[in-house]
């Protein structure tokens, strides 16, 4: 089994950044693609980012494409998200998952999820 745990979360202001966390434990990630997902009120949970095993590949949601960046260090088994220029739209509760998906875009191909970290944006 592999436990996912999110950090770094907050309330910012429209155009700040944010940097989340991450860290998995139980087992390694190296041969795990692992994404981030994200929920906000009322709406399905959709994805962010995702990244290959290597972290050479990577995927971005068309609404964070140059905002967000995602990568990995494998040493520490942990996966970042970067987000920069942030908008009140990207306010949801923002989960990390990691599996052996093929689809970086599907949710039902990760095995593992995080509890979520709040990410709030104010205007």
């Known amino acids: 089994q592999v436990q996912l745990v999110e950090s770094g979360g907050g309330l910012v202001q429209a155009g700040d950044s944010l940097r989340l966390s991450c860290a998995a434990s139980?087992?390694?990630?190296?041969?795990?693609?692992m994404a981030w997902f994200r929920q906000a009120p009322g709406k399905e949970r959709e994805f962010v980012s995702g990244i290959s095993g290597g972290g050479r590949d990577t995927a971005n949601a068309d609404s964070v494409k140059g905002r967000f960046t995602i990568s990995r260090d494998n040493a520490k088994n942990t996966v970042y998200l970067q987000m920069n220029s942030l908008k009140p739209e990207d306010t949801a509760v923002y989960y990390c998952a990691a599996g052996p998906a093929i689809m970086f875009r599907q949710a039902p191909h990760y095995a593992y999820w995080g509890q979520g970290t709040q990410v709030t944006v104010s205007s």
């Open positions: 139980g087992r390694t990630v190296i041969n795990m693609v």
